[in-house]
């Protein structure tokens, strides 16, 4: 399923929030549009925040009069940091940025044009893109590896292909099972509260690809590990800091306090663009917090009384000691033998 996709001089999105009653694209012509997608969370999911800002960050300087490459290149980096500031938590929002504006730097230093710098940044967007293909390709694999046929495999949120370019982070898996000619494999779906991307999304992409699916309610997963119907647990994520301390949708900790009571391996599958080594453990990571509307309206209706105190963090964090590995497009990482990771030697890809 395509979320984003780039029409030559617009960005056409799908409205994740219509989803699955009705499938409607948003035609983005300018940052502006992409800042308001980003927010309302029309397009959502780390890899896909990060994808539309690229391309987000092109439109915002695609027709720019200025000349001078710096000065260009000062407006460049003041687009990208009111992107940047669309939603706090995803790390693949300053992660894709940061590669137009490196991008960006480099021709000028070659002497580039104002015009070829921002063809470069189209460039740029399009081949983080087909970057994000490949990338969750080779997470399926190893996700795949870790899983047999048969198995009841639990999921949260969506780490979905509506989140990626690909087959999805925490989905991959999935779907290469599929390929492969599984024929056994459960997914368990959370309908994750208060957005339900489980229900609408997730169970939505994975039954439209034929993948054997059951959607639970979040206060099910519980039962369902008791019940002996589950045998692991993986779920996408929007930051993981340095000390493997991983950030995602909210209810992803109860998860993996759930799948360690149980004996479950709790796996987390991620991009190392959403590795954020200046992070150094998870509280230092900004957790989104938005509107009690969205705990006190369902579809538009209200489900609570008016004036209802609430709390929304978006996210949560789940400490390493509860994550049983971290699955890459570059392998499986393990935490070392004292329970305890230490990521900062993948400042190697990079990071
Ligand atoms: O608020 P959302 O829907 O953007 O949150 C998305 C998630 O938490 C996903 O699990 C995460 O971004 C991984 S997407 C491959």
Same mark, same amino acid.
């Given at each position: ?7 030559? /001089?617009?960005?056409?999105?799908? /409205? ?56 260009? &290149? ?67 694999? &190893? ?123 709790? &796996? ?84």
């Amino acid at each position: 399923m395509k979320s984003i996709e780039w029409k030559g /001089d617009h960005l056409l999105l799908l /409205d994740q929030t219509r989803l699955p009653s009705n499938t409607i694209y948003l035609k983005i012509t300018d940052e502006f549009a992409l800042y308001d997608a980003i927010q309302k969370m029309q397009v959502r999911g780390a890899p896909a925040i990060g994808m539309s800002a690229a391309f987000g960050l092109y439109l915002a300087v695609r027709s720019s009069e200025i000349q001078d490459p710096m000065k260009f &290149y000062e407006e460049i980096l003041d687009r990208s940091s009111y992107l940047a500031s669309a939603r706090p938590t995803a790390v693949n929002l300053m992660w894709a940025l940061r590669q137009l504006e490196t991008r960006a730097k480099k021709e000028i230093a070659s002497g580039a044009s104002v015009k070829s710098v921002k063809s470069a940044l189209l460039k740029e967007a399009l081949n983080i893109q087909k970057r994000d293909i490949e990338t969750c390709r080779k997470i399926g694999e &190893y996700g795949l590896s870790l899983f047999k046929d048969g198995m009841g495999i639990l999921t949260h949120c969506n780490p979905g292909s509506l989140a990626t370019a690909g087959y999805g982070t925490a989905t991959a898996p999935f779907y290469l099972a599929k390929e492969k000619g599984w024929k056994k494999l459960m997914v368990y779906v959370d309908e994750t509260r208060p957005l339900l991307q489980g229900s609408r999304l997730t169970a939505y992409e994975l039954q439209k690809a034929g993948i054997d699916i059951t959607l639970i309610c979040d206060n099910m997963a519980a039962t369902v590990m008791a019940q002996g119907k589950v045998q692991a647990v993986i779920v996408g994520t929007d930051r993981i800091a340095a000390n493997g301390d991983v950030a995602n949708k909210i209810g992803t900790y109860n998860l993996a306090i759930l799948a360690q009571y149980h004996n479950i391996p709790f &796996y987390v599958a991620a991009p190392l663009s959403s590795i954020d080594l200046t992070t150094h453990r998870g509280s230092q990571i900004p957790i989104e917090e938005r509107s009690g509307v969205e705990i006190t309206r369902l579809g538009g209706r209200l489900i609570a009384p008016i004036r209802v105190k609430t709390y929304n963090p978006a996210f949560d964090v789940t400490p390493s000691s509860l994550v049983s590995a971290i699955i890459t497009e570059e392998g499986i990482i393990r935490p070392k033998e004292d329970g305890t990771y230490n990521l900062r030697g993948l400042a190697a890809f990079g990071l």
